[in-house]
């Protein structure tokens, strides 16, 4: 036995007998009324450190054989309480196309008690199914600060796309005390923004960061590539250079703009066999004029001076 014998019938004392009905403070009693000489079994088995004793003998203080009365009042301890976690769920797809079923699973599989979804892109700063599930999260903080609050999330990428947003979402769950959950990915667990979360929060958003940095100089290396084997991406004019020297030549000869129009011919896209509209037919030339104006040069065609035969 790990408590001595005056601990042990104290320990005992702090509950009820299930046999004879002694109240807490009070040793057993036997059924003459009289104070027992051993507590009953079922009393002592309520302690654990006391469970694989065979009996518990009353202290001699307490009066064994003699009538049984009420003990002095006792001050009981209550048993710890263990705070279960209220878990937010929180599920999100960008399109309609993506599969949301998976996510709901896990997280009905985490025992979530209430969880939110919605089918929206990350590029959209207001996410009201995203706002109510964070509302509701500080709800039962604010009721039971004491009780550990959870968002969780199948993975970090349902909640933000930049390192911005992350660090947003991270103060705002630090400020309120609330958890995160991560189900899949390899940082699979529990993140407290107070404790070491808050260094997870930061070493994420850096990465993230990075590998966003990282895409767009691939792309932009992508798209120089293409441009020095001539494709330089985007719709395909519709005023091509032959059409628009051809323009600049009719124009310079008096033809109206309109005119024009219905003289060019678009090549290819959608509207091959078509003219341009007037709208593109004047961008086209303004632009034109533009470019030559900050190279230096002049779009009309220089005059050409026809000799007569020389005179001898």
Known sequence: MDLTPDQAALAVERHDCPNCDAPPSSACRIRGGKTAAKYHTPRFV??????????????????PG?????????????????????????????????????????????????????????????????????????QFKE??????????????????RNAAELMALSAELQAGGIQLELLTCPLTGIYDPNGMGAMFFAVLAVAGQIERNYIREKTLEGQVT???KG????????????????????????VPVPEIAKKLTIKTGKNAGQSPSVASLYRALAEAEQTAADDGVSLRPKP?????????
């Not at 705070?83 to 797809?93: D, H, N, S, W």
């Not at 009721?143 to 933000?160: F, M, Y």
């Not at 494709?231 to 008096?254: C, Q």
Request: charged share 30%; hydrophobic share 40%; proline share 8%.
């Open 46 to 63: 309520l302690v654990p450190a006391l469970r694989e004793e065979l009996e518990v003998p009353v202290p001699a203080d307490r009066g």
């Open 66 to 138: 003699r009538a049984w009365k009420q003990g002095p009042a006792l001050a009981v301890v209550p048993a710890p309480r263990t705070q279960q976690p209220v878990r937010i769920g929180y599920a999100r797809t960008s399109t309609a196309r993506q599969e949301l079923a998976s996510q709901l699973e896990a997280l009905r599989r985490a025992e979530c008690h209430k969880i939110f979804h919605e089918q929206i892109s990350t590029r959209v700063k207001v996410r009201p199914e995203l706002e109510k599930a964070l509302a509701l999260a500080h």
């Open 143 to 160: 009721a039971a600060p004491e009780t550990p609050v959870i968002l969780t999330v199948h993975e970090l990428k349902r909640l933000a």
């Open 226 to 228: 293409a441009a020095s």
């Open 231 to 254: 494709n330089h991406g985007g719709r395909p004019k519709v005023i091509d250079d032959d059409m628009l020297t051809f323009a600049i030549a009719l124009k310079d000869k008096g």
């Open 304 to 312: 050409v001076r026809i000799r007569g035969p020389r005179t001898r």
